[in-house]
């Protein structure tokens, strides 16, 4: 089925450095989700993005849903070991499917 | 906690069984997901029932099928088990009917086909 480009793929960094990861769709989009998933665990969801342009932050998160509304982005902040996980995106377009359409994750590991 | 709950949390059996997986969605909301998740795959949406009744199909095969009860409960059915059927299945559920409201992700039930 169809999925959302998502990159990186995996990332290794160091305690405390800032992370950035995004997500890219041919199709145009009206929400974004990200979610983190912990080994063995269900994916959380972390932030939710409903319109072009919009900057949502949770703590140390930031992500934004691009004004192309093609694609979106998440950034982490000051890394730390708790981070570890996978991030997904999702992405919903109610005019075209039913569906959310996700991505293939990005796996974050910090080194200590 | 999500507020959405999976039984059971483990489950192992043989190739050709049947299973079922019940899921609770969180208080007040009627639409129901499931997906299955394969050993560091990403998640492939399999159904979604919103109040009863189907609203969408994804990369479901013909020997599963789902059903949500008038209490919005649900429960997955997978039969013909194959070992390729190995993984983790998740329960969502949301407020609405549209796909795109926020999933809230159940903790999931680990199948072992053997």
């Known amino acids: 089925g169809q999925q959302l480009n998502q990159s990186p793929q995996s990332m290794f960094i160091q305690e405390g450095e800032d992370v950035s990861m995004n997500c890219t769709s041919s199709s145009i989009f009206n929400t974004w989700l990200w979610y983190k998933q912990d080994p063995g665990e269900g994916p959380v969801l972390l932030i939710a993005?409903?319109?072009a342009g919009e900057l949502t932050s949770n703590g140390r998160l930031t992500a934004q849903f691009g004004i192309t509304r093609k694609d979106s982005f998440l950034n982490i902040s000051a890394s730390i070991p708790s981070d570890v996980g996978i991030y997904f995106c999702a992405g919903h377009n109610a005019g075209n499917n039913r569906k959310l359409i996700w991505g293939l994750g990005t796996s974050l590991a910090v080194n200590p | 906690d999500s507020g959405v709950t999976q039984t059971p949390k483990h489950l192992i059996t043989a190739t050709g069984q049947r299973v079922t997986l019940r899921c609770s969605p969180r208080?007040?909301?009627?639409?129901v997901y499931w997906y299955q998740q394969s050993l560091d795959q990403g998640l492939q949406f399999l159904i979604h029932?919103?109040?009863?009744?189907?609203?969408a199909k994804g990369n479901i095969l013909e020997r599963f099928s789902a059903q949500q009860f008038p209490d919005l409960h649900s429960e997955l059915n997978l039969s013909s088990l194959e070992l390729g059927d190995s993984a983790l299945y998740f329960c969502?559920?949301?407020?609405?009917?549209?796909?795109?409201?926020?999933?809230?992700f159940g903790p999931g039930t680990r199948l072992t086909v053997t």
């Open positions: 969502a559920s949301s407020k609405g009917v549209s796909g795109g409201h926020e999933q809230y």
């Open positions: 029932y919103y109040n009863g009744e189907e609203r």
């Open positions: 208080s007040g909301d009627l639409s």
């Open positions: 993005l409903y319109k």
